[in-house]
């Protein structure tokens, strides 16, 4: 097993601007080829696991936003497709608004041609039924298409979160090691 995370993030340097960790197999090697001592290894991986707890917590926030916007635009799909069954019938739509907060008007809807849609930063736009149905159905495929690559990069942050604390673990251990090694020399000589 350990062969294999050793070459799959030998092959994947990074992720959509995440960093890929090493696993590293040999503590002394990594230590002379990075060129650091001990202390020096454990504050850098310190450092980048701090890093990508800062990338996981962006990450997760932008998941929650697209948990939330998936059903809205299913809402408004929804809400454009009765539109559509209405004019369809040719009857007309009676509904209640939001006026003010908490003030609701009802209204009678004949024209069932078209619908504005908010598009965000205080705009909204008109749309054909069709149109509309058009843009929410490609802003749901694209949000769910986000979503999923967002999946893969949490995934892909988690592994490296659990490779690079494991390579916290074996710097200490090995230096607890060669400290032992050390004392256990200097009683043998007193």
Known sequence: MEVSASASTAAVTERRGIPAASFVEDVEAYLKQSG??????????????QQYKIVEMKLLAQQRDLQAKIPDIEKCLDVVAMLETKKAAEEALITDFEVAEGI?????IEDHNSVCLWLGANV???YSLEEAKSLLEKNLENAKASLEVLVGDLQFLRDQV?????TVARVYN?????????????????
């Open 162 to 166: 659990t490779i690079t604390q494991v």
């Open 124 to 126: 909204m736009l008109e």
């Open 104 to 108: 609701y008007a009802r209204t009678k």
């Open 174 to 190: 090995w230096d607890v090691h060669q400290r032992r090694i050390k004392q256990a020399v200097k009683e043998s000589k007193s």
């Open 36 to 49: 650091l001592d001990v202390n020096s290894s454990l504050g850098f991986l310190q450092e980048r696991l």
